[in-house]
């Protein structure tokens, strides 16, 4: 949920101000749309009011289908945000338990096996005495109880651990449903969010190589502008299919927003990601793809990349998308269709 602490009065004049702007362009009064433009007019967004100011030059574009991306991309990112780090830390939280519980019973398993030991030494001393003999035999049947305790503890921790994976598995299959993006069936933005935000907490104590392939089509507003939305959509799945068949188990893809894609990939060189970015590139140039009911061929297909990599402890995700996005820009800039990581950008 948006969090929003204005008082009455400011909430009435922002409302006024966004009810005359929806009945004079009829933009449908959706929530997602209502909550935009809301925090367009309070101003606390900067990366939102820069895209908004450029929309109100028209505001009859705004369309159902923008509303939702700028929800996605300015607004609803803290709340996953918190909602990732609570997930991550309580996941966190029973893995450490159930390490300690584990390490416990290791402890308790060999010092039941020590005192057995120490039972049987006594038993065989050469001392006839009927205290040690008593002794020995209080040992040995504490070390018997001890050793039943840790296997019933074991047991208990392993079916707890069990039940804990099984709990985390069905939640990661409830939430894969909301976190695929509808369209083109891969991650969405919030998958994006969720992804990053456990690899590089994860990284903190687990480190390993960690790269972002951030991807635009080129010129993707001709075809829609040429071809109609629909074809623009088909565009879209298409590149989407084509990341996917070539998808190794150690990467993630995601819609990043619009025409814009994320790949994510763990244990990976940036010259690894910069290969497995133009192996993508060359895929989608090659492409030639036809209007469905006259068979008449559509524009080239092209795609720029730009790639960055993670830097441990010293780097943070906001630097580490922006490096991508920064890479991004320059392949735009250097002519399109083309790769570019952050060490050729330097």
Known sequence: MIKIQDTPQQAREIYSKIDAIFSNHNITPLPVNY???????????HALNTEMTSILKN??????????????????QEEMEAENKYDFAVRQFVDDIIQKLGDWTDNLEHHSE????CAIKLKNSESNSK???DIAN????????MQNSTNKIREEVQSNSDEVNTLRQQLNEAKAEALKDELTQIGNRKAFNSCLMDL????????HSLCLIMTDIDHFKNFNDTYGHPV???????FSSIMRKSSPENEVLCRYGGEEFAIIIKDCSIEEAAKRAEHIRAQIEAARLTLKNTDEPISTITASFGIS???????????FIERADQSLYKAKQSGRNQVIHELMSA
């Open 131 to 133: 205290d040690l003999e």
């Open 232 to 238: 623009g959509d088909s565009v879209l799945r298409y």
């Open 138 to 145: 209080y040992i040995a049947q504490t070390a018997i109880t």
């Open 200 to 207: 590089t907490i994860e990284h903190k104590s687990k480190p």
């Open 59 to 76: 505001p009859g574009q705004f369309t159902d289908r923008l509303g939702l991306r700028l929800y996605e991309q300015f607004l609803e």
């Open 309 to 319: 990599h993670f830097k441990g402890s010293q780097d943070n995700l906001e630097d």
């Open 114 to 117: 020590q005192m057995g030991a």
């Open 35 to 45: 909550l935009v433009w809301y925090h367009y007019f309070k101003g606390d967004h």
